[in-house]
C-alpha cells in the first residue's frame, strides 16, 4: 500500500470515526508514521492540517443533519461543539453563512470524503456555475405565504405542492389580473424566522407599483436592497424543474459558498425569480445576498 492509498484510508477512518475524538498523534499512530511526518504528508496531498480537516468533515456532516428539523445546539454537541455560538461561528467561517439559513436549502445527503488518486484531475466536482453579482433595491411583493419548516423535509415537499396549488386553483390567474401588478416575473422568497424547527415562510408574490395599494388577502412583503450573487439554473423540461432548482442551491450552499470569499449577508433574504425564460425554457434565477 502506498502513502496515497494510506492517506485515503484515513480519511475512510476519519468519516467512519466523525463523532469519537480524534488527535493528530492517534491518526499518526493509526496510519504508522511519526506525528512530524504524517503531518506534513496529509497537508501536501489534501490541502488542509489534519485537524482543520476533521473540523471541516464535522461540519460537513453536521450541516447534512439541519434539514431534519433537530436542534442545531444538539447536532452541534453531537459533533464535538460545546456551545451553539461556537458551532455558528465555525460553521459559518466555513460555509460562508449562517446554519439557520443553510438548512432552509440543506441537502440531506451524506457528503464523500474526496478522493486523492483523483485529486489531479479534480476541478469543480460538476458544472461551473459561475455566478453574476448586481445590487438591487428594496421591492415589495405582494402574494401568498406558506408557512413551513425544514424539519424532515417538509419545505422540500410542501413549497413544489404548494405552487402547484397556486398556478391552478385561481390563484395565479387573480393575481397577474390585479392593478398593482408591475411585472408578471414571480418571485419565490423565503424568510426565516430563527426556530427550533427550521421554521420559515415562503412566499410566492410579484412586485407591486409604487403609489399602488393591496388590497385584503394577499400577503404583502418587502425584499431589503442589497449585494447579490445571481445563478441560473440549467434548461430542464418542466419534470425536472423542480429537482433542478434544488440541485442549483444544494451547489451554492455546499459548493459555492465555501470556495467563493463571499459569505451571507444576514441582513438580506434570498429568493428565486420567475421571469418570461420560465415559459420557454425552464429556467430560473436563484439571488443569494452577500458580502
Request: aromatic fraction near 14%; include cysteine.
Amino acid at each position: 500500500m502506498d502513502y496515497i492509498e494510506i492517506l485515503q484510508e484515513m480519511l475512510r477512518y476519519i468519516d467512519a470515526n466523525v463523532m469519537e475524538k480524534l488527535s493528530v498523534e492517534k491518526l499518526a499512530n493509526r496510519a504508522g508514521f511519526s506525528p512530524y511526518h504524517f503531518c506534513r504528508m496529509f497537508h501536501r496531498e489534501v490541502g488542509y492540517s489534519i485537524m482543520e480537516y476533521v473540523r471541516n468533515r464535522r461540519l460537513a456532516y453536521a450541516a447534512s443533519e439541519l434539514a431534519s428539523g433537530r436542534r442545531i445546539v444538539d447536532i452541534a454537541v453531537d459533533y464535538g461543539f460545546e456551545t451553539h455560538s461556537g458551532f455558528s461561528k465555525a460553521f459559518r467561517r466555513y460555509f460562508r453563512c449562517p446554519p439557520e439559513v443553510y438548512r432552509m436549502h440543506a441537502p440531506s445527503n451524506i457528503p464523500k470524503p474526496p478522493i486523492l488518486q483523483k485529486t489531479k484531475q479534480y476541478v469543480t466536482g460538476g458544472i461551473v456555475m459561475e455566478p453574476k453579482t448586481l445590487k438591487r433595491e428594496a421591492v415589495k411583493l405582494a402574494g401568498f405565504a406558506l408557512k413551513t419548516r425544514t424539519k424532515d423535509g417538509e419545505n422540500k415537499r410542501e413549497i413544489p405542492q404548494f405552487w402547484r396549488e397556486y398556478l391552478t386553483d385561481g390563484r395565479a390567474k387573480k393575481l397577474h389580473g390585479e392593478p398593482f401588478l408591475k411585472s408578471h416575473a414571480e418571485y419565490g422568497a423565503c424568510f426565516p424566522k430563527n426556530s427550533e424547527d427550521g421554521e420559515f415562510v415562503y412566499v410566492v408574490g410579484v412586485e407591486v407599483k409604487e403609489g399602488y395599494d393591496v388590497p385584503d388577502g394577499y400577503h404583502v412583503c418587502t425584499l431589503p436592497g442589497a449585494l447579490y450573487a445571481v445563478f441560473t439554473t440549467p434548461p430542464v423540461d418542466e419534470a425536472n424543474f423542480p429537482p433542478s432548482i434544488q440541485g442549483v442551491w444544494n451547489y451554492i450552499y455546499s459548493e459555492w459558498f465555501p470556495n467563493s470569499g463571499y459569505e451571507f449577508d444576514g441582513n438580506g433574504i434570498d429568493f428565486e425569480l420567475y421571469d418570461e425564460r420560465c415559459m420557454t425554457g425552464k429556467v430560473c434565477d436563484i439571488y443569494i445576498p452577500v458580502v
